[in-house]
T-cell receptor, first 113, second 110 residues
């Protein structure tokens, strides 16, 4: 089946640890995105990538890092520099940034213990 | 910077009612506007996409309209059902980014 997968579904982290969230798509989309969602708030853009080996910061990139070595993969690392990382993280893809619908993965809920 | 607002934040209606959800945005220079549905703890599912040159889109019981000049969109849901209960979010594409509203939480009471 075509779509976007995120893993793990739930992730627990101790303070001071880096963690990496996986996002994979088989839709052959050029653009991929990472969002953070907090209770009562809309989605906030962390990073996006329009093509392989290129990515741009979104509104809240501090404390996060990404890579785009393959078209189908866009992993997000939450570093220890992120002061309040507990949130629901959503990955999405689209044919192009200004083209067509965004397709979302099921999300990863990260909790810092 | 684009700001997207959705009113109301929450809505509760009896089954069978028609209802309207509102979305407003501050900059009319958008590529398109999308409506999404989100169930608790899940990702977003696209419902309707309206290109900037279009005025409305329909899918089944859903109809979305777009008025770029006034910076507004509405999502009309006809004959609501309990299965429609979810959070509905609108998003506009402006430049290289999608900007999302905070959503309207809809509860349809059987």
């Amino acid at each position: 089946d075509g779509g976007i997968t995120q893993s793990p579904k739930y992730l627990f982290r101790k303070e001071g640890q880096n963690v990496t969230l996986s996002c994979e798509q088989n839709l052959n989309h050029d653009a991929m995105y990472w969002y953070r969602q907090d209770p009562g708030q809309g989605l906030r853009l962390i990073y996006y990538s329009q093509i392989v080996n290129d990515f741009q910061k979104g509104d809240i990139a501090e404390g996060y890092s990404v890579s785009r070595e393959k078209k189908e993969s866009f992993p997000l690392t939450v570093t220890s520099a992120q002061k309040n990382p507990t949130a629901f993280y959503l990955c999405a893809s689209s044919p192009g940034v200004a083209a067509g619908t965004q397709y979302f993965g099921p999300g990863t809920r990260l909790t810092v213990l | 910077k684009q700001e997207v607002t959705q009113i109301p934040a929450a809505l509760s209606v009896p089954e069978g009612e028609n209802l309207v959800l509102n979305c407003s945005f501050t900059d009319s220079a958008i590529y398109n506007l999308q409506w999404f549905r989100q169930d608790p703890g899940k990702g977003l599912t696209s419902l309707l996409l309206i290109q900037s040159s279009q005025r409305e889109q329909t899918s089944g019981r859903l109809n979305a309209s777009l008025d770029k000049s006034s910076g507004r969109s509405t999502l009309y849901i006809a004959a609501s059902q309990p299965g429609d209960s979810a959070t509905y979010l609108c998003a506009v594409v402006d430049g290289n980014q999608f900007y999302f509203g905070t959503g309207t939480s809809l509860t349809v009471i059987p």
